[in-house]
């Protein structure tokens, strides 16, 4: 028993990977090591290579300001209360002293007022989140131009995409916390809109409130959503999202040297993340600086909420003015059936509102299914070599920014002295005709781009040397572009449209391609047939025009 023991004693491995440490501290690594393996993982991930490009830091604005936000959004917790219930104001700002307010709108108040440094934090974390859904948003255009979420990231695409709707969804109920006069009409704009779903619309009313509008309820229920929820949600996204990075490796602008199969940058440590933690503070200096200077959602200046008062300047932020926008521009409908009211007013824009999300999140499917391309892609796509994509990009971006102008209507009436229904009838039109106005400039955009950039590959680039020739005739010295330059205009691919099957099969039996084949192969000739991207020059026509000459 002894001689059996003392063997399973010996094979035991050791609880230290060190016969003798150095200190204290290399022990407690050493000891840390032993039982979590934080080496050999750190060692296999902080040497991760990454590319070095101006566009991949406003992946890091996103994440940093989130961290912001919580960081911040933990302060304000302490101090906000989240309730209903009824008091009179008594605190240091005197033009509300003896007002009837909520707890909740007396709170911030005490927060901006009574709290020390309580106002800056508020301002911080309400310009953090506009700095969030702004960086998401151009991040994801980022992604979307570049063809970054092309195979295999088509998830990590979801999860962004994820990630800049519950941010907006988040800001929202955030905004609506204080219960003031502006984030009030708010949620009574929230609630039109939810009653005007059929059937279901004023029991979701109900449950969501409490009762009859505003209830008791909301705030308090509001608040469980921003601050565990969604953040909960949030935080469980960016996490999957970071590892997905990890796993797949980042991707990398056309170059020398650089191939689908590797990396060419910096190290993750120490380069990069001394790199990175610069731009965390940059980052927050510069929130900080905006918020001390430039003050957002001054709720006192708006007082408490009253369900028959409004704003006279009601606006949501600008992540969410889109979808007022919707509201504002729809013609007032409505449809009687079976005794029921049916507001397509609100109904329809309600459900537009979702596919204005949807169709930039579901596009990589899409293309996907058009191209019928399956390989990996780490190598990034020139937006003007993607003309259809690019366009389609700029489309989207057009029609959110006319709807934002929908959502202003009035501002834009009041501050540039127009008619607010003249405005209104341009965003009607505009939400057919400024889109595809966009597609069209943009696309020949990028053909004309693509065509320069093989007109500087077949001929240099201008010199400014002008020469006269033996017969007189006087031309301008074009210079060869370098190697690298010329592998910069020449790597990208030339994809083929995706052909219809062969009418008849080896037996000559007959066949029909179904619907479905049919518009893939219409779709997949919009995207690379003819008119739709530039031949590349060859290496031949490179070649017959460079060989033998003094000019081009």
Known sequence: MSSASSTTSGAAKPASTRANPANKWEAAADWTDG??????????NLRKIFPDHWSFMLGEICLYSFVIIILTGVYLTLFFKPSMAEVVYNGSYVPLKGIGMSEAYASTVDISFEVRGGLLIRQIHHWAALVFV???????????????????????WVFGFLL??????????????????????????????????????????????????????????FFTIHVLLIPGIMLGLLVAHLILVFYHKHTQWAGPGKTEKNVVGMPLMPVYMAKAGGFFFLVFGIIAAISAIATINPIWAYGPYRPDQVSTDAQPDWYMGFSEGLIRVMPGWEISL???????????????????????????????????????HHILDRPRNAPVRTALGAAWISLYLVLLVGGGNDLFATHFHLSINSITYFVRAGFFVVPVITFIVTKRWCLGLQ??????????????????????????????????????LTAHEQNQPVQLPAQTDENGVAGKAGVLTRTRAKLSRGFYGEGSQIPK???????????GHGHH
């Open 537 to 547: 020059p060859t290496a031949e026509e490179h070649h017959e025009i460079t060989s």
């Open 35 to 44: 039982r979590l393996g934080i080496y050999s993982l750190a060692k296999a």
């Open 338 to 376: 079976w005794g029921h009211t049916l507001n397509l007013g609100v109904f329809i824009p309600l459900m537009i509102f979702p596919l204005v999300l949807v169709s930039i999140a579901v596009y990589p499917f899409i293309e996907g299914w058009i191209t019928g391309d399956k390989r990996e």
């Open 451 to 488: 065509r320069r950039d093989k007109e500087k590959v077949l001929h240099g680039r201008e010199t400014g040397v002008i020469k006269r020739l033996p017969h007189g005739e006087f031309v301008e010295v074009h210079a060869q572009l370098p190697q690298k330059d010329l592998f910069k």
């Open 164 to 221: 800049l709707v519950l941010g907006m969804f988040d800001g929202f109920f955030g905004y609506s916390l204080p219960d003031d006069l502006l984030s009030g009409t708010g949620i009574r704009f929230m609630e039109g809109a939810i009653l005007a779903v059929p059937l279901v619309g004023t029991y979701i009313q109900m449950f969501l409130f409490g009762g009859e509008f505003p209830g008791h309820d909301i705030v308090p229920r």
């Open 134 to 156: 702004a960086a998401m948003l151009v991040h994801m255009m980022r992604v979307f131009f570049t063809g970054a979420f092309r195979k295999p990231r088509e998830i990590n």
